[in-house]
């Protein structure tokens, strides 16, 4: 296969490296270098792009170009997928081959589902090109089909490999950025990662804010811990989690640290309306409350009802990077931190399920019952621990 790059392609390769390259949307270039290589006369009438990710909930991610319609975009879902089909698909012998692969669809058999349908939509002939990437870990392929023709000819194959070489560095940048922000997001918050890929590095560098502090955790852990193996231990922690996390993204807030068993979670305030901060921090509390209650009455197998509690405070915190010179955390601290914290511990001796402070029952213009005055550890001052008068939310 000659290297040099045709007359037809030359102009597309251009302008990728000028134009193209200041594309940071993938969709957007996917679509516009596509529709420039049919243009140019290559007899193409679908095109897919199949990235892998690294991601929790996401395999990977395809793009379809048809001719004449707009491209489509699909995620794959790891609890979705099933792998039967990529087994026995294009994109899988690409990834152990690391080779392009080539039917001639008007004329060959196939096993391959994919392939399959593609003859019964008339495709004539396919092949499967992978991105040459340096991240070895994960794969990515682009696949053209043709229709109008019988097969293509040696010279449009030269030209689709020179077009996949092309993009194959461009597409990897935004790849890798797409890669670091669910990273990011997954690990540290969308908040909190959106400010560490803004350059928010360095030790010490934290913000004051006023936000309404969450903290929560489970009862009785130590002891089901005890008594149970430790696959059943580690999906208790992500049977309570996926509830108190979805509850808290469910209004406006964000998760910033696990501690064993336990969360904390902020819900930013502004000075001069903090109410609407309580309330949200209270929505969160109630779905918390009406999903354990849900998920207790269909208790998975080796599992018992979940027992939480729950705190609330309104104060200012520092938000940003703690830690080691080359291991921080990105979180908040402060006394409202601690004055939270503390609240649990008096939450769990009283044997409720939700506590605030003072200064969080007087800001959510909420009615509230006083459980006492009491000392917490650590703070110099007992303060006035109230509960949700009736329903949270």
């Avoid at 194959?168 to 990011?184: F, G, K, Q, T």
Wanted: with cysteine.
């Amino acid at each position: 296969m000659s290297q040099a790059i045709s007359a037809r392609i030359r102009p597309i390769v251009d302008w990728l490296l000028l134009e193209g390259n200041r594309l940071a949307d993938i969709d957007t270039l996917f679509s516009q270098v596509i529709d420039r290589v049919a243009v140019a006369g290559l007899p193409i009438g679908r095109v897919s792009l199949n990235l892998e990710l690294l991601h929790p909930e996401v395999v990977g991610e395809g793009r379809v170009w048809l001719c004449g319609q707009t491209s489509q975009a699909h995620r794959l879902n790891r609890v979705d997928t099933d792998l039967t089909e990529y087994l026995n698909s294009p994109v899988h012998r690409v990834d152990l081959t690391g080779q392009s692969f080539r039917v001639h669809l008007a004329a060959e058999q196939t096993e391959m589902p994919l392939l399959r349908r593609l003859q019964v939509e008339g495709f004539t002939d396919y092949v499967i090109i992978p991105i040459q990437v340096q991240d070895r870990h994960r794969s990515a392929a682009m696949s053209f089909a043709a229709k109008r023709v019988t097969r293509f000819s040696e010279e449009d194959l030269a030209d689709l490999h020179h077009v996949v070489a092309a993009i194959s560095p461009i597409l990897e940048a935004r790849v890798v950025r797409n890669i670091a922000h669910d990273l990011l997001d997954t690990y540290l918050g969308h908040n909190a990662g959106g400010r560490v890929y803004a350059g928010q590095i360095q030790r010490g560098d934290a913000e004051n804010i006023f936000a309404a502090v969450l903290f929560c955790d489970l009862r009785n852990f130590t002891r089901f811990t005890s008594e149970n193996v430790s696959r059943d231990v580690v999906a208790r922690l992500n049977y309570w989690f996926d509830l108190a996390v979805d509850a808290v993204e469910a209004h406006g807030g964000e998760v910033l640290k696990f501690i064993g068993d336990g969360m904390l979670a902020i819900f930013p305030a502004d000075m001069l309306n903090p109410r609407e901060a309580c309330g949200h921090a209270l929505a969160a509390a109630a779905t918390l409350q009406a999903a354990v209650a849900e998920w207790n009455q269909a208790l998975p197998a080796g599992q018992t009802a979940l027992d939480y509690g729950l705190s609330l405070h309104l104060g200012h915190v520092a938000f940003g990077n703690i830690g080691g010179k080359r291991r921080l955390d990105f979180t908040v601290v402060g006394p409202a931190v601690n004055m939270a914290s503390r609240l649990l511990d008096v939450a769990k001796g009283l044997d409720s399920a939700v506590v605030v402070s003072t200064a969080f029952a007087g800001c959510s213009g909420r009615t509230m019952r006083s459980l006492g005055i009491h000392v917490l550890r650590g703070i110099e001052k007992p303060e006035e621990i109230f509960a949700p008068d009736g329903a949270i939310g």
